[in-house]
């Protein structure tokens, strides 16, 4: 139900506070529609039909096997095999050394060894480290340390230390977090100790806001997900993605960002209000070595009131693009669906879907590029 929620406020706000400043980017913006391509039926292969892992918006696979970051019996992360076999639990909810306050606990990243899990807990912005231990039926974990975000000493406080909702970690070490609360910028990049060291991320929408203000842009809300120390931002509301470089120096460079569908909004009291026949955006992304997978939604978001349901505006379709965001083809999957993610060879892309009843399916990577 939550997440259900996060769709009906994200869209029913309508209203979403933006604030303009000046822009570090040059770079133009580019629609590719891709709402003309036709979406090509493929066949998956059902691992669980009544899934009793929680509804949730993002899974990963992570040395075979799956862990849903969504709380669930007190816990923080569920870990199951491909069969949804329960594996083992990450930190519980709580105040205790190791424990999540939030009860929205994000995944930050892993280490190269693919043994040392990185989590966000957002209610008190701090990245808390554990070491996973993985047996033949079992994972279990050892909380190491953690280590609070600290901001840049500015007038804009809140995106450094509240206003970050979302964190991921770098291979070179850095951190970038979306900031839900802002002056100009969506993300805030951190070095390895959590010291904020700028902002960048033009918003996507401009030239609609008053400027000098603080404001809330949960709008620009959408998957997050890190390559290597390239950063791939995709929106929720509306169609649109982008990507960034990070170097070793800690310097940002927009590869490219580009809309695949009109984006139909109007200004409204310093905000936005999107318009019934806006074309809903991406609610997952997976990077893959060549390749990005996302859970495309391509409905109006008019729909929301149409059907009167959160679900209307969950996803059908899988868009794959190349890393320099060129889509090349569309599929249409079995029934509604949010979290996806790629097992670590690439070999198959695990989805839940949501219609009519939770389940875990997945799909055969080669099946899909192979018809590219």
């Known amino acids: 139900m939550n997440r259900i929620y996060t769709y009906i406020s994200s ?11 000046s822009s570090q980017e040059q770079a133009k913006d580019v629609l ?89 807990d957002t209610s008190i912005r701090t990245v808390k480290k554990y070491l996973l231990h993985f047996g033949p039926n079992r994972v279990s974990s050892t909380f190491i340390d953690k280590n ?7 007038p804009d406080k809140y995106v450094g230390d509240w206003g970050v909702n979302r964190l991921k970690r770098l291979d070179n070490g850095y951190y970038v977090g979306f900031c839900d609360i802002g002056t100009g910028y969506t993300f805030a990049l951190f070095d390895s100790d959590l010291n904020e060291l700028t902002k960048f991320g ?12 603080l404001h809330w842009i949960p709008c620009f809300d959408g998957p997050l997900e890190i390559q290597g120390n390239s950063i791939y931002h995709a929106t929720r509301d509306f169609a649109y993605m982008a990507r960034y470089d990070v170097s070793n120096e800690g310097e940002v460079k927009l590869v490219w960002k580009k809309f695949y569908a009109k984006t139909k909004c109007r200004s409204s009291n310093n905000g936005i209000v999107f318009r019934p026949d806006n074309i809903q955006g991406f609610t997952s992304i997976a990077i893959g070595k060549e390749h990005i997978f996302a859970a495309y939604s391509g409905v109006e978001s008019g729909e929301l009131h149409r059907q009167r349901s959160g679900m209307a505006l969950y996803p059908r379709t899988i868009a794959i693009f190349d890393l320099q965001g060129n889509p090349l083809k569309k599929f249409q999957l079995q029934g509604r669906f949010v979290p996806i993610c790629l097992d670590e060879n690439e070999e198959y892309l695990y989805v839940q879907h949501d219609d009519p009843d939770t389940s875990l399916w997945r799909y055969k990577v080669s099946d899909m590029l192979r018809q590219l």
């Open 202 to 213: 033009e918003y996507p929408i401009k030239n609609m806001f008053d400027a000098g203000k």
């Open 11 to 21: 869209v029913l706000l309508a209203i979403t506070f933006i604030a303009c400043s």
């Open 32 to 120: 590719v529609d891709i709402q003309p391509m036709l979406a090509t039926p493929l066949q998956g292969e059902l691992m669980e039909e009544f899934l009793m892992t929680p509804s949730t918006n993002l899974m990963k696979a992570i040395q075979s096997r799956l862990f849903h970051f969504t709380p669930t019996d007190g816990v923080s992360c569920l870990i199951t095999n491909e069969y949804s076999d329960t594996l083992g639990y990450l930190p519980p909810l709580g105040n205790g050394p190791g424990e999540f306050i939030s009860s929205l606990p994000d995944y930050a990243g892993i280490s190269s060894k693919k043994d040392t899990l990185y989590m966000y």
């Open 148 to 154: 609070r975000l600290k901001e840049k000493n500015q």
